[in-house]
């Protein structure tokens, strides 16, 4: 069965430092993979996505993600995190027809000063 | 452009209340739309989805129930609400089927006491 995997519950980085989110998949065929983001109380906003082609993506907002099969990996990165990069980060794979997203359970971004 | 519209923000209902969240899609021609639900901490869960007026699917047997009136118009109904009801709904609208980006509206949040 398809499923995403987001090991971190929670990640705590300061301000400038680098970030590295984890996602793992579950899918059989060449996945569709995506990166959200949700700030309190709002909703999802696309940060980036993978489809085919060029395994690093880039994204909104300085970020990337880099898709690698053989880990079944999509994990994304921001190289200087600023403080309003704190949020709840969500990966999903689009999974059977009709564009039906698969989402891990999230991981929730604190930004120290 | 396109929006999506979601409302109420805010809902609170006691148990054993009926519900109904509306969701309505602007600038784009017959989408599929989503219901989503996402418990306190918890990642999110595919619900029910549309690929055209009055075709519903459901992901998970549950208490709700979801229409489409319309082309641009999706409604989550309840007859009669549960605490395990509660929760923060999301919908959400794509076109095509080859693992095309969703667009998330702003969410309600359900309060069920």
């Known amino acids: ?113 | 452009s396109q929006t999506i519209h979601q409302w109420p923000a805010t809902l609170v209902q006691p148990v054993g209340s009926p519900l109904s969240l509306e969701c309505t899609v602007e600038g784009t021609s017959n989408p599929n739309l989503y219901w989503y639900r996402q418990a306190a901490g918890r990642g999110l869960q595919l619900l029910f989805y549309s690929v055209g007026i009055g075709q519903i699917s459901s992901e998970v047997p549950q208490n709700l129930s979801a229409s489409r009136p319309q082309d641009r118009q999706f409604i989550l109904s309840s007859k009669k609400l549960l605490l395990s009801d509660s929760g923060f709904y999301l919908c959400a609208w794509s076109v095509g089927g080859g693992g095309e980006t969703q667009y998330f509206g702003p969410g309600t949040r359900l309060l069920v006491l």
């Open chain 1, 1 to 113: 069965a398809q499923s995403v995997t987001q090991p971190d519950i929670h990640i705590t980085v300061s301000e400038g430092a680098s970030l590295e989110l984890r996602c793992n998949y579950s899918y059989g065929a060449t996945p569709y993979l995506f990166w959200y983001v949700q700030s309190p109380g709002q909703g999802l906003q696309l940060l980036l996505k993978y489809f085919s082609g060029d395994t690093l993506v880039q994204g909104i907002k300085g970020f990337e993600a880099e898709f690698k099969r053989s880990q079944s990996s999509f994990n994304l990165r921001k190289p200087s995190v600023h403080w309003s990069d704190a949020a709840e980060y969500f990966c999903a794979v689009a999974a059977g027809g009709y564009n039906k997203l698969i989402f891990g359970a999230g991981t929730r971004l604190a930004v120290h000063p």
